[in-house]
């Protein structure tokens, strides 16, 4: 099974030097939002704000149907402690309109700090909690949550301003330092999900044999799932299958193909 | 080795919380509202989660003492059970947590004085002789972070002065330093559950080896204190009879008989949406893999391989000790039994009520 790590960005000079970093390219698809890839990872450009970070999941999702998804957003976030320049993945997503609360799951060692992110509406210029401000974590963590197991889902920030730092001094070129001067933290954070993509999709592969099933007879959705929950033992126990051996040259039909498959299993272990 | 924890905010303050805490200066900490908010979404991988599972510091509010399931039993009159935790610092692969949580994180509710108020209101409910049964390490190991939690200390405490109060801590844990500090006391029992050494390497993950827990327990029974074997699951193979032996033959040639309280036996079993998240979780499992039969909602081994199982450790197991201190786990009943099987099944029915 293919796997995949999405980024979510909101703004062009955010995304830019991803897309060189990892030499992304434009993909021809057919949705409201800009959308790059390579073979290992998937860019979109969403633009600010909640509702348009969840749109970007939802198409990203569309794109990479069948695949196993990680999702990180990533982009720049007022901070009312934190350094400018400094990184930080989100231990707590809080929306400021609904107060509802998110709490993505490390199951990685994070290569940078940790905080909780406030995701709020119109640009904070109070900074009056030690959290980070953002506009676009609640939306995405929200949508990508339904999309995949929260353990691969994650937003990492670098705080472009604080008390000390105004918003109004943060410029395009700004942000594109901000962004080159963490990529390496962006990069190891990437490694990670992709590793346990990796795993989940090798955990949910499914051979060349199931398709030779599928191709030769005709099975309902429960059988289907029943055989490839079969096809999976023989993998694992090391039972050799063939669809060309005499026992299975007799079945007429999915359910006794998979009755075969069935015994074929039993036996092997009885023995 | 938590490196995210997370507290609910109602315990922060409490002194418990602020000692646990203090272990682990390094993690990232995280207060929260309720913990359900973490362990109970929807979206959650086990498997993942077990990498690196978080500690979750929570209160519990009620539901402190459960009525213990059928055959949970090991003889005496009334038996309920308590968890103060949720999910272990094992991974065994027969586990029941993996297919009953959605979350590996370890839940440890920290009013311990809440339970222990209700175990005690509990046992009050029945005549002073008769022997009211608490068993710890149901939805836990009781003893695998005794060092961080105090949990078994505590309890111990909480019955020490009752006579026909009993505890059972259950573990498969070396950690026994909370026991070894204290005066042996009669109605508590240390209950190692054991697999052979060879299904205990496999299948058994980050558990003590059995040699290890042996050794607490020797050490346990030197100091005047009451040990359980649990041999549940019994995990079959084709050479069982000889991995069993020798399992039997090593703990039952080393421990002391008068000082053993009870022996309980079970062959593997699972609820079967159980069997069925652990088949999600765990596809390229040898073990998982296994063709398993399904009979009245659980998923067990064959009833032939089932029964034999029992009744060989059985009389294994009679040969070294009294048949009054071995106990039998719940006896799947199948839809229709083998004729052959119908005797020996009535026999374990018999024992079953002892």
Redesign the interface.
Known sequence: MNHSVNLIVALKAEAQPLIEFFELKALPVDETISIFANHEVTLALAGMGKSAAAHAVQCVKNTNQGCVNAWLNIGIAGHGEFDVGQGFLANRIVDQTTMKTWYPQFVFQPVCRTGTLMTVDKVETDYSDPVGYDMEASGFYSAAVNCSTIELVHTYKIVSDNPRNSVAKVTRSKIDNLIKSKLSEIRCTIDSLKKLTAEVATRNSSDELLHQFLQRWRFSVTQQIQLKSFLCKTNVLKIDIDVESNEFMSCRNGKSALKVVERTVETHWRN | MY??I?VESEVLRYHRVKEILARYTDA?V?T??RYT??FN?K???F???K??P?LILARKHRGYIQQAPAGYGVGGDHNFYFSTMMNCLYDCRYCFLQGMYRSA?HVVFVNYEDFSSALLKTAARFEKDEQVWFFSGYDCDSLALEPVLSMADFFIETVSSSQNVWLELRTKSTQIRSLLKRTPLPNIVTAFSFTPTAISEQIEHQVPGVEKRLAAMLRLQEQGWSVGLRFDPLIYSHNFREQYQDLFNLLFLSLNPDLIHSISIGVFRLPKDFYKQL?R??????FI???FNSRNGQVSYPLNIELEMKSWCYKQIQEHIEKNKIFFAEISVPDSIPATSISLKSELDVRNVN
Not at chain 2, 281 to 286: E, R
């Open positions: 490196r995210n997370y990232s995280v929260c509202d908010e973490i979404l979206s959650q991988d498997r993942l989660q990498k690196q978080a994180n088949e979780l765990y596809p390229d499992d040898s893999a296994q063709p």
